[in-house]
């Protein structure tokens, strides 16, 4: 179960995005796009919300966009305690979609709209979580 590198593991028996960890740990940020309308998801669905298609097919997103809102976690849930304060931001992709992520910009730089891109990345500092994405200012 791919979900494992989350920290979590996925208590449902199937589901048809399980490829998006394993891209992701390969440094792929993907999403889905509807083979029957052509919308495009991300996070990745596997059914459409506009046409109720089932069938999809992934798309490898830049992971760049506009930063929507953002905010400082000083009070963090058990188990991220011990790296607080941190940023979390939301992010309008370019391509579509929306994807939430640590900023990994300093606070003083941060700007609602500024431009961003999410990099896969492989946490090893937090046993518990292997896979997650940091929004970085474009290079």
Known sequence: MPFHYF???????YTKVTKFA???KDG???GT???KCG????????????CFSDE???VETTGKGRLHTYTIIYAAPTGFDDIAPYIIGVLDLDDGGRLLGWVDVPEEQIEIEMR???????????PDIKL??????IK
């Open 116 to 126: 961003l891109k999410a990099v896969p990345k492989i946490f090893e500092e937090i």
């Open 132 to 137: 997650y994405y940091s929004l970085e200012k």
């Open 56 to 58: 999809f097919e992934w």
């Open 22 to 24: 394993d891209y992701l």
């Open 28 to 30: 792929k940020l993907m």
């Open 39 to 50: 919308e495009f998801y991300f996070p990745p669905r596997a059914d459409c919300i506009k």
């Open 7 to 13: 920290g979590k593991i996925n208590f449902v028996p």
């Open 33 to 35: 796009r509807c083979k």
